[in-house]
């Protein structure tokens, strides 16, 4: 069945998903800076962060990742050699989920940024009065809070990423749908192997919304405690 | 440090590529609005046998990636006999069909899922009233309900239609010569960014912006009655790209 | 899983190939059987990985091969992905302007491909409002652009798409490789009804044509290098023998051929 191809296909899928996972760590990072420079008294951090979600959020992803996979090269290597330090090798991993952990990050940082303002202010000053320091405010009151507000939005934009995956093939990368194709090639049965490449997104997408619906409810518990009791 | 030159021989194909892109935005767009309208009802209904079939359909449509959905449309169905020799095949031998077809049914799911929501949230009060004052059934669903049910959906589905918009860029993928398939020949042949994928970033952009725009007026019409300082209002779950699990 | 996934990300980031001086990175396709294809294992295979094996014998180096999609092939030799590209590309004027090519090293004539009685001859009159499907921002298709204005041409992003797209029936008449067509589609079992038409077609003119082996412009060292180590396997006999595992007919370019004898 399937000629043979479908350890391959499978093999693929640990590429895809580690795409995805690095991406996603990359996308939080960026994110991350990207909501504190918005909420930043500096209007210049301001003004960087809105034209980097501005811009990002009003192109295709998929002309998004071949500009700074191809331009990205092109300056780096232009960088490396004005300073001579020769050749930097970017693999196409690391290409391909720099690009999407930039492209996400503009995604995430609304997120982010919501979910820090969702934070009641009174909160803050509350914990401020009763004397804790402001690593103790950042760290008791405001991320955890952080985490539950962003959650929601957060699984959203994993579920928008990990479908993002199928177009790092584009620029190169050895994942499922490049085995895919590589295989429909060989076999003439496209119709059999992008199914199949369906199919596993189908199910990794739904074990995410089970995963992470069940730490949406966890993290909720004592939001719900509150309206019980 | 930009190469005129090489953008103005290229505006021509550019121009093209604009209108390709259009194109496949408005078919696609009104034929996944008129799908999705019907199929919001059965998927707010609360009959089990016509709510289940449409969360199937969107449930794998929206959890699944649209170059996938593309390419087992363009790729995969010739494969089938079935389709080869049924009288669409015409239809499924041109790449242009394919499109459409892979944008309209990707648009219907996650539009339905919008009007769905939008349907589900009508104050069951407005509807009672309307009722109470003797208005018939039809009367109620064309000045009651789905009015109320567009106004609040039109915020998400402009979303939904920039996204579309976007992604558009994907029949680049099976042939299609629409903005980004003309950035891409650019940066084959003259290998630089700036003329090629940079002149696309601004073709989209532009479409961008002039969407976001004609949204802001629409909903300037529909929710004038609103209090602007309410739509101001954020939450953090609207501002993701796109609801999946809504 | 979360240790897999950790683990494989790993070894995923960290397997940059590290830079040797003695190191040569070889861009190769995999989708253009029997030039160069990938077994269901992974594994690259074909005369183009053959020829490159060799060339990185001779030159006494050692070779990495980097897989990548035609379309990205020369942007990613001119972004540094690879050094050279050993992918059976063509050698054109329009290509020389952002690349350096070596002398060629193969070159078969390109051929049109239909369903058996479809077609008996290939005029541009012929062809007058037909679907010809033919590779993308190829020489193949920059001929079609300019000699059958009047058909419709569909190009595709892979050259094993374009048989895809003719056996799917998407096009009514391909125009491909005399070599990849007979090897990726008419030998096999999804080629049959198909038939090539009409006599074999040179796309080569003074100064192009030829397949050849691109690499950076002015990467004048290198360039010399693999001429010589070129030269040297098809001096001694090595490129016949490899020749003759894939090919019944004599592929080395006519001028490389004459030089020998």
């Known amino acids: 069945m399937f000629h043979g191809y479908l350890p391959m296909i499978l093999d693929g899928l640990r590429v895809t998903l580690s795409v995805a996972v690095v991406s996603l760590a990359v996308a939080s990072v960026f994110g991350m800076m990207g909501a504190v420079a918005k909420l930043s008294a500096s209007p210049v951090l301001r003004a960087v962060a809105g034209t980097y979600t501005t811009v990002i959020r009003a192109l295709p992803d998929l002309l998004l990742m071949l500009v700074i996979f191809y331009g990205g090269q092109i300056l780096l290597n232009t960088i490396t050699q004005a300073q001579g330090w020769g050749y930097v090798d970017v693999n196409a991993f690391m290409a391909g989920t720099i690009t999407l952990g930039f492209v996400f990050g503009a995604y995430l940082t609304e997120t982010f940024r919501g979910a820090i303002l969702a934070i009641p202010r009174g909160q803050i000053e509350a914990a401020q009065s009763i004397g804790l320091s402001r690593g103790q405010v950042l760290r008791n009151v405001t991320i955890p809070q952080m985490v539950r507000h962003a959650l929601p939005g957060f699984t959203n934009n994993w579920l928008v990423l990990l479908k993002a995956t199928a177009l790092v093939s584009i620029i190169g990368l050895d994942d499922m749908m490049h085995r895919a194709s590589l295989a429909s090639a060989a076999t003439r049965e496209p119709f059999t192997f992008y199914m199949i490449v369906g199919a596993i997104y189908l199910a990794i997408t739904t074990v995410s919304i089970l995963g992470l619906g069940a730490l949406n409810w966890r993290m909720s518990r004592s939001l719900r405690r509150e309206a019980v009791g | ?246 | 899983m979360r240790n897999t996934i950790t683990s494989l990300v790993l070894t995923t980031v960290l397997a940059v190939p590290a830079l040797a001086s003695d190191q040569i990175r070889i861009g190769v396709e995999g989708n253009y059987p029997p030039f160069s294809q990938v077994a269901p294992d992974g594994a690259l295979s074909g005369f183009d990985i053959d020829i490159a094996d060799a060339l990185c014998d001779r030159m006494q180096v050692e070779c990495t091969l980097v897989q990548q999609e035609w379309e990205g092939m020369i942007p990613a030799l001119s972004a540094n992905r690879f050094d050279m590209i050993v992918a059976s590309m063509t050698i054109t004027d329009a290509r020389r302007e952002r690349v350096d090519f070596s002398d060629p090293y193969y070159d078969v004539p390109s051929r049109f491909i239909a369903a058996e009685g479809d077609f008996t001859s290939y005029s541009p009159e012929d062809l007058a409002g037909q679907t010809i499907i033919v590779l993308r921002n190829s020489p193949r298709a920059d001929f079609l652009e300019e000699n059958y204005p009047d058909s419709r041409i569909l190009a595709v992003d892979r050259e094993p798409a374009v048989y895809l797209e003719l056996a799917a029936g998407r096009g009514d008449i391909a125009f491909g490789s005399s070599v990849v067509s007979a090897e990726a589609f008419l030998n096999t079992p999804q080629g049959e009804g198909f038939v090539q038409v009409g006599d074999p077609i040179s796309l080569t003119r003074a100064g192009e044509g030829g397949v050849g082996i691109a690499m950076r412009k002015n990467d004048d060292a290198l360039r010399e290098r693999v001429n010589a180590a070129l030269a040297e396997i098809m001096a001694d006999g090595t490129y016949d023998e490899m020749a003759s595992q894939y090919f019944e007919f004599d592929i080395m370019p006519e001028a490389a051929r004459d030089a020998l004898n």
Not at chain 2, 39 to 49: G, I, Q, V, W
Not at chain 2, 63 to 87: C, E, H, K, N
Not at chain 2, 149 to 166: C, D, F, I, S
């Open chain 2, 1 to 246: 440090m930009i190469n005129w030159s090489i953008i103005i021989e290229m505006l021509p194909a550019f121009w093209r590529g604009l209108q390709i892109t259009l194109i496949l935005l408005c078919t696609a767009g009104l034929a996944g609005l008129a799908l999705a309208v019907p199929l919001s009802l059965a998927r707010a209904s609360s009959h089990p046998l016509l709510s289940w079939p449409v969360f199937i359909f969107t449930y794998i449509l929206r959890g699944t990636p649209l170059l996938v959905q593309l390419f087992i449309i363009y790729y995969g169905l010739p494969q089938l006999d079935i389709v080869r020799q049924s009288a669409f095949w015409p239809f499924f031998r041109d790449p242009f069909f394919c499109a459409w077809l892979a944008f309209t049914l990707n648009t219907t799911a996650y539009t339905t899922e919008i009007f769905a929501g939008a349907i589900r949230n009508t104050p069951a009060g407005e509807v009672e009233a309307a009722r109470a004052m003797g208005l018939s059934r039809t009367q109620v669903l064309r000045d009651i309900f789905w009015p109320g049910a567009w106004r609040r959906a039109l915020p998400q589905y402009g979303n939904e239609v920039v996204q579309l918009m976007h992604a558009t860029a994907l029949a680049s993928t099976i042939t299609i010569v629409e903005i980004l398939r003309v950035g891409r020949d650019v940066y084959y042949n003259h290998l630089v960014i700036t003329e090629s994928f940079g002149m696309a970033a601004v073709f989209f952009l532009a479409l961008t912006v002039v969407l976001t725009l004609i949204f802001r007026i629409l909903e300037k019409l529909f929710l004038r009655h609103l209090d602007p300082r309410d739509s101001a209002n954020v939450s953090p779950s609207e501002t993701t790209k796109v609801t999946v699990n809504a």
